[in-house]
């Protein structure tokens, strides 16, 4: 029985190996949510409430996608809103004019909309930490007596938004997010390995192998 536990992944600069698949489609509903974001994205100058909406749209979205690097894309929107914070106090001393400009605060919103949108497109794979029990998963329905310990780490792979799967550390069991019930759930062996084969050639809905436990791409 495997106990998995909350994700926290770590990106390239620290070890997460990140590919960019052969092929890539945009198949998922959180996909085409980000990238009507993009485009519906306002031109300079708004207002400081207007960007603020805008923050908080990103981390809606990042709360109801896959929790795949959650720390380092929640980092992302406490840098994003720390900014407009620091922005928004009145005092004209030489450190408030060192502060970021609005226009450059916008700039910043609109990267991390894009970097949002750049990780539906390739794998990620890192180590996940223990931190907060998911509740034991049951490899094939038995439940049986190798519980790993709390520190162990576990692999986690993302593909794109399609999966996000979890791999024991002896590599025999397997389990993936199904974001459907936020929760995570058995995954046979055989299919895991099939879906990384698979997603290599092309993250597609087509490359999802046939009776895969987990929803794809949709938390509807």
């Not at 049951?138 to 938004?161: F, K, M, P, W």
């Not at 929760?183 to 390995?193: G, H, L, T, Y």
Request: proline share 5%; glycine share 6%.
């Amino acid at each position: 029985m495997i106990r998995i536990i909350a994700v926290t992944l770590v990106f390239a600069v620290a070890g997460c190996a990140t590919q960019q698949p052969a092929e890539y489609e945009a198949a998922t509903e959180a996909d085409q949510r980000i990238a009507a974001m993009i485009v519906s994205f306002p031109q300079a100058p708004v207002s400081n409430e207007a960007v603020v909406q805008l923050i908080f749209d990103l981390e809606e979205f990042v709360m109801t996608d896959l929790p795949f690097a959650i720390s380092e894309r929640a980092g992302v929107i406490r840098t994003l809103q720390d900014a407009v914070s620091e922005s928004m106090q009145g005092d004209t001393s030489a450190a408030a004019r060192s502060r970021p400009s609005a226009d450059h605060i916008l700039s910043m919103v609109r990267d991390a909309y894009l970097d949002e949108q750049a990780l539906g497109s390739v794998i990620g794979s890192g180590q996940a930490i223990n931190e907060q029990a998911f509740g034991p998963i049951i490899d094939n329905g038995q439940a049986n007596d190798d519980v790993y310990a709390e520190s162990s780490l576990l692999r986690v792979t993302h593909y794109g938004r399609l999966a996000l799967v979890a791999e024991s550390p002896d590599g025999k069991q397997f389990a993936c997010f199904d974001l459907a019930d936020s929760r995570w759930i058995p995954a046979p062996a055989e299919q895991a390995v099939e879906l990384a084969r698979n997603m290599r050639a092309g993250l597609s809905r087509d490359n999802v192998p046939s009776g895969w436990p987990c929803a794809v791409g949709s938390n509807q």
